[in-house]
């Protein structure tokens, strides 16, 4: 993080209780800094530990009885790719924040029909959960200008926590409409829904509600602060409805392109 309370030393007419006040708010900050880096390398290693003790479990497997049970050998094979394809997600995930960190990220900007890209997520969504009821009411035409890219990512991540978080057969609808100067698209489910502490807390990184981690749906808590960077990112905003056992409602607002 800036430190962008740095005193001016060459125009400092500071009175010495100002000059202490400045000096305390410096080191409050620093020390909000140095606290979330210590969370977030902490929150790392737990990640990771995981799947790594997996892998290891699965190689002295291999190695004791493996080498002459090809049930076991596959067995093992599969789990470790597994395992190996989570962490690399998470590294992802984590290469995305930190990029975003120090503004090292890229954004490839063009006018994009968002219409199209969401409905593109919800054909490829419906097409391999056929465990909910995935309907779309899409406004056609709808232009913004973004990363086309990085606007689908943001569609995908909302999506699937909707597919994580709702019962089978319950019904997920996902709408794109114009309200006022903003593109909107709303995903609704019936899902799980999320507490009003909870809900304080989901866009920050790492963070999953209870009712999630006991869960399988497997998932690191980073999804929704990738999606809230991107937003932001692009002038725009997300607003959330839930209710807890009756279902949640993201909204995601953009500015919409005004000379489509
Ligand atoms: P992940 O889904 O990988 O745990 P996210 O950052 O995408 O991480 O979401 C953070 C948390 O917010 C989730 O663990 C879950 O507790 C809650 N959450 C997100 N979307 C929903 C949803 N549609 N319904 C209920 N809870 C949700």
Redesign the pocket.
């Known amino acids: 993080q800036n430190l962008d309370t740095r005193i001016d030393v060459g125009r400092a007419k500071y009175e010495l209780k100002d000059l202490a006040i400045t000096i305390n708010e410096m080191i409050d900050r620093i020390q909000d800094g140095y606290r979330k880096q210590q969370r977030f390398v902490s929150d790392v290693s737990h990640e990771l530990r995981t799947p790594i003790s997996v892998i290891n479990g699965y190689a002295n497997m291999l190695d004791r009885w493996g080498k002459n049970d090809p049930e076991i050998l596959q067995e093992s094979i599969d789990a470790m790719k597994n395992e190996a394809g989570n962490m690399s997600d998470l590294v992802e995930k984590l290469l995305f924040l930190a990029r975003h960190d120090r503004d090292a990220l890229k954004y490839e900007i063009t006018e994009v029909n968002l219409s199209e890209i969401v409905e593109e997520v919800a054909k490829e969504t419906a097409m391999i959960d056929s465990e909910h009821d995935i309907c779309a009411d899409l406004t056609s035409g709808i232009w913004i200008e973004g990363d086309p890219n990085r606007i689908k990512q943001v569609i995908r991540?909302?999506v699937?926590?909707?597919v994580?978080?709702?019962p089978e057969g319950k019904k997920i609808q996902i709408r794109a409409f114009i309200e006022n100067e903003f593109s909107v698209v709303e995903?609704t489910?019936a899902?799980?829904?999320?507490s009003k502490d909870?809900l304080d807390n989901?866009?920050e990184r790492f963070?999953?509600?209870d009712?999630?981690?006991t869960k399988t749906?497997?998932?690191?808590?980073?999804?929704?602060?990738?999606?809230k960077v991107i937003v932001l990112q692009h002038g725009g905003k997300i607003k959330v409805r839930?209710k807890p056992g009756i279902?949640?409602r993201?909204s995601i607002y953009l500015p919409t392109l005004s000379r489509k």
């Open positions: 991540i909302f699937d926590n909707a994580k978080y709702t995903i489910d899902g799980i829904g999320i909870d989901i866009f963070y999953r509600a009712e999630s981690r749906t497997g998932g690191y808590g980073l999804g929704l602060s990738i999606a839930t279902g949640s993201f």
